[in-house]
């Protein structure tokens, strides 16, 4: 028989059934009504990706699936119909922190890796590379061949066995030149009792004396008896320390030496540095080309109005309902800007029976009254620059001064057309709520249709790099805002720009954050001191509150593409182009 300790077997292996996280009242609050457990989602993903690995989670809910893999080091791509869904995931993600785990391509993991395996630290570079991994704990299998071929257990014992030995001798030279006698009980020598005499001579019970370098090794107690002098207690004292060294330095290579089994769940954490999420964006739709469905199920194509095709595509009753509700609540609501007296009101808007303009409003622009054109985008689509050329196209042969368009997402390309000869086109964003038709009450209440600007920057040189490369930077003076009042287009200042992010490099495709900032009034840097609960390097903070962008080279693609969000969570982007 044997006894069996719980350290012998730290790790079990997982199998099919995992009833230890099972949902409990004692659980974390849910935010949505189908969160699944963090746990679940987490042994899913580390048993079936690397670091680096890219994870798609078609059904976003509350975002635990996102909200897993950022904490464990994976890229992802949430998706979901429900924007409150999305919502909820963004903003569970932009106010989670997380532990930072040690890179394996990084100098503090080559030491920490060096650290376990009782080999020298690696001294090759480091990129600080999640594809590389983390370092790990690991569970050693430890077997009496891989005792008996560990030639450094001989090096230690060689290293700190005099030290104990030392020990030992000024134990039993205190112990012996004492003059009171005593007697000491042993597990050596069968359980035999010991006798320290005056004489100094050392007898056994048997009447035989002791061997005359007195107590063996595993003959000394571990804690003093009663009565014995104060040199032999120091020296026992010291005794203990030196041999507890030693077998923890021997048992530190042995499992160092041992086959061992990596334990991904469980990474080495810097507890001095704690990490938020990395940088990320709330995509609407792709650029790419899609099919959707309206409400009865039934299939139509969102990029139509680039072939002429738009009214086909849309005389069904249910885009009639959806055009005549958007007209109500835009009578109602009307237009907003940047600020609350720069709304366009109309004073009159009826239908028009246009291939792409839906409606003719009339507003007030100073002490003069305009007609504008409005052209309604698809309830489940994406607006494209095509849409919007041969609606303004229209607008121009109807005789109106100004073109609004109203649509839920706009593509990348669509935001580098304002103008179409004298005709200005506004692009208003039609607010999700929209969405609930049937339950919206037309009160006019609440930003329905926002209209927000385009960035207004300037590119400039800023020398080249230290391979020669040219170098630019891209500084924010604003928004450019129409004034209805006046017809102007006026810029505004960086108070009201929550963010601004740049792609450096432009694909046409997808926006890439490669540069992230943060402006407005007031003082965000306090604000995140107080949502991070934790001191901000001030240095690091200043250099991302910023209308000003670090060098960079110049783009590959001769595009860049600036995105910029408001207060509000409005948000507006716009491509340039770089000589």
Not at 108 to 114: A, L, S, T, V, Y
Not at 130 to 156: M, W
Not at 389 to 398: C, H, L, P, S, T
Request: proline residues 5%; contains cysteine.
């Amino acid at each position: 028989m044997w006894k069996s300790y719980h350290k012998d077997h730290p790790t079990r292996p997982r199998v099919s059934l995992w009833d230890d996280i099972r949902t409990s009242g004692f659980g974390s609050d849910k935010l949505y009504v189908v969160q699944t457990v963090p746990d679940a989602i987490a042994r899913c993903i580390l048993m079936t990706t690397d670091p680096g690995d890219l994870v798609l989670d078609p059904t976003c809910g509350s975002g635990t699936t996102a909200y897993v893999a950022e904490q464990w080091g994976r890229r992802w791509i949430t998706i979901d119909t429900s924007r409150v869904a999305v919502a909820l995931a963004r903003s569970r993600l932009m106010g989670a922190r997380y532990p930072y785990y040690l890179l394996a391509d990084s100098a503090d993991g080559q030491r920490k890796e060096g650290d376990i395996t009782r080999l020298p630290p690696k001294t090759a570079p480091t990129q600080g590379s999640v594809r590389q991994g983390f370092v790990y704990d690991r569970v050693p299998h430890i077997t009496l061949k891989s005792i008996a071929n560990n030639a450094e257990i001989d090096v230690i014992w060689d290293r700190l066995q005099p030290a104990v030995d030392a020990a030992r001798n000024a134990l039993n030279a205190a112990l012996q030149n004492h003059a009171t006698p005593f007697k000491v009980e042993t597990g050596g020598r069968a359980g035999q009792k010991i006798d320290f005499t005056a004489s100094g001579e050392v007898r056994l019970p048997s009447g035989e004396p002791a061997p005359a370098n007195g107590l063996m090794e595993w003959e000394i107690p571990r804690e003093a008896p009663t009565g014995w002098p104060a040199a032999a207690t120091a020296a026992l004292k010291t005794f203990w320390t030196a041999r507890i060294t030693r077998q923890r330095e021997i048992d530190a290579s042995i499992s160092a030496k041992a086959e061992f089994e990596f334990l991904y769940d469980k990474p080495f954490a810097d507890s001095g540095k704690t990490r938020v999420a990395g940088p990320f964006t709330v995509e609407s739709l792709s650029p790419h080309r899609t099919l959707a469905v309206d409400w009865d199920d039934e299939l139509i194509d969102t990029y139509e109005a680039a072939e002429g095709k738009r009214r086909a595509a849309e005389r069904s009753d249910s885009f009639t309902d959806f055009a005549h509700m958007i007209l109500e609540n835009l009578k109602a609501a009307g237009v907003q800007q940047a600020h609350k007296e720069d709304r366009i009101t109309f004073t009159a808007l009826t239908g028009w029976p246009g291939a792409y303009i839906s409606a003719e409003g009339t507003f007030m622009e100073g002490d003069t009254q305009r007609r504008a054109g409005v052209f309604i985008g698809p309830e489940f689509g994406t607006v494209s620059r095509p849409d919007l050329v041969a609606a303004a196209r229209e607008a121009g042969d109807a005789g109106f001064d100004v073109l609004i368009c109203c649509a839920f997402n706009y593509d990348a390309h669509s935001s580098e057309f304002d103008k179409l000869g004298r005709i200005r086109v506004l692009k208003a964003r039609m607010n999700p709520d929209l969405h609930m038709a049937r339950d919206l009450k037309s009160t006019g209440a609440g930003n329905l249709f926002v209209i927000f600007g385009e960035p207004d920057i300037r590119i400039a040189e800023a020398g080249a790099n230290s391979d020669g490369k040219p170098m630019v930077t891209v500084q924010v003076f604003g928004v450019d805002v129409f004034k209805p009042q006046t017809g102007e287009v006026q810029s505004e200042g960086t108070e009201g720009i929550a963010l601004w992010m740049l792609d450096t490099d432009y694909n046409e495709e997808s926006f890439f954050v490669r540069h992230a900032y943060f402006l407005g009034a007031n003082d965000p840097y306090k604000a995140l001191k107080t949502t991070l609960r934790a001191e901000i390097d001030e240095e690091a903070w200043e250099s991302l509150y910023s209308d000003t962008s670090r060098p960079f080279a110049k783009p590959k693609s001769g595009r860049i593409a600036v995105k910029v969000i408001n207060h509000l969570g409005d948000e507006v982007m716009k491509v340039f182009a770089v000589e």
